[in-house]
């Protein structure tokens, strides 16, 4: 074939200025953009734009499919094309290149390099130019940063000291263990560690390292109980956390006549004495309370009644503790599993002296402990009770609590 033949049957040739894959961004972003051009001045409105199709530019410039892509993504980075949104379901492309920011773009190059030389470059993974800087060149880098989210905050090293230990007031490594395990006593005892009493213990000691001052560290070496000097006494208290029984017996009947059970109403009535400015607004009720008994008792004095009305929470109670009730339990109902749930063990009588046989009014009956046998809480106890009586004359058999047969 010869060669006039075979030039005639490849087609037009596609114009190609090295120098503007500087300004546009590559070499296909450069066809891409002459081709563009091209099509643009044949149009009789400069402003129109050019609707093709991938295959059309393929055919008129020989960019593949992904080479397009990535030329209209480096045009549209300069400013230099414009793409319109059309139905996803065709494949005809809306474009317009701009002429005048184009023009810019021409005049910024040659001024800024008027001999026309294309600097070295190299090449990413994107085929972006890079510039290589010289290394005299003062950098003058922009970054770029979002305004709702800033630059990323910079990591910072912080070196790490072998055999690290923390610096203190201590004068030693063993008065600081005790001064740690004083303060995990005290969170396991306040519940101020929320089941971690030894991370809460970490941040105190911690930040004593970073000189700041504790008072429970002050408190230790004075050797009084930690927290002790930073109880505060308020007003409605006989001592710090201590409140005046009558005001807390009031607060007491106040929920127990909005219809809770006692053990909550003890607990909510305590929870809002603990609370200084809660506690401050009904200390202040109470009083003005106290204040018109006061003076309704005295008038009724005054004409003569001996006893005048006080309130029930005004009489004075004896304490309630857990040795008064077990008393009252054991004297009602011995088999009660409210004993059981105590760490206390029946005594044993000594070996040395002979156990007395008891009478048949001390011997339960035998309906009495089938009865406390029957609840889950109270089985243990009357097995241990049976066990340790033998004299009773009963025995298990079977779940069932029977006569004992002597032969």
């Not at 519940?191 to 030894?198: T, Y």
């Not at 006061?294 to 309130?311: F, M, S």
Request: aromatic residues 8%; hydrophobic residues 35%; glycine residues 6%.
């Amino acid at each position: 074939m010869k060669i006039g033949i075979f030039l005639g049957n490849l087609g037009n040739p596609a114009i190609y200025y090295p120098k503007l894959a500087t300004i546009t961004g590559g070499v296909a972003a450069s066809i891409f953009l002459c081709q563009l051009l091209q099509w643009q001045s044949q149009k009789s409105n400069s402003g129109e734009w050019v609707k093709t199709k991938s295959t059309e530019i393929e055919k008129a410039t020989g960019l593949n499919q992904e080479e397009q892509e990535l030329a209209r993504k480096q045009l549209k980075v300069r400013s230099l094309l414009k793409e319109k949104l059309t139905n996803p379901n065709t494949d005809i492309l809306e474009l317009w290149a701009d002429i005048d920011a184009f023009e810019e773009k021409l005049n910024n190059f040659w001024t800024s390099n008027p001999a026309g030389i294309i600097p070295q470059t190299t090449r990413e993974s994107n085929n972006r130019p890079v510039e290589i800087i010289p290394e005299t060149s003062p950098p003058n880098h922009a970054v770029k940063t979002d305004k709702y989210f800033g630059q990323p905050r910079q990591q910072i090293a912080v070196a790490v000291t072998p055999h690290y230990r923390f610096s203190g007031p201590w004068n030693s490594q063993e008065e600081l263990h005790k001064f740690q395990r004083a303060l995990e006593a005290y969170a396991q005892e306040h519940n101020l560690g929320f089941g971690n009493p030894s991370g809460w213990a970490f941040k105190i000691i911690d930040s004593m390292t970073k000189g700041l001052t504790s008072t429970f560290w002050e408190e230790f070496i004075a050797g009084i109980p930690l927290g002790e000097s930073q109880k505060v006494q308020r007003d409605w208290e006989i001592e710090p956390e201590v409140p005046y029984p009558a005001f807390e017996e009031e607060r007491i009947q106040y929920y127990v006549h909005k219809g809770e059970p006692l053990e909550a109403a003890v607990s909510k009535a305590r929870a809002d004495l603990r609370n200084p400015v809660l506690g401050k607004d009904l200390w202040e009720g109470f009083l003005r309370k106290c204040d018109r008994i006061a003076d309704d008792a005295l008038k009724a004095k005054n004409q003569g009644v001996d006893t005048p009305y006080l309130p029930s929470s005004f009489n004075e109670k004896p304490q309630i503790t857990k040795d008064s009730v077990m008393r009252k339990l054991g004297a009602i109902a011995p088999q009660s599993a409210l004993n059981q749930s105590t760490s206390e063990t029946i005594a044993e009588p000594p070996k040395n002296e002979q156990k007395e046989l008891p009478t048949a009014a001390e011997i339960p009956n035998i309906s009495s402990l089938q009865k406390a046998y029957k609840t889950p809480l109270g089985r243990s106890l009357v097995e241990k009770q049976i066990a340790a009586n033998p004299e009773w004359g009963y025995e298990i058999v079977d779940g069932e609590i029977v006569e004992s047969i002597p032969f």
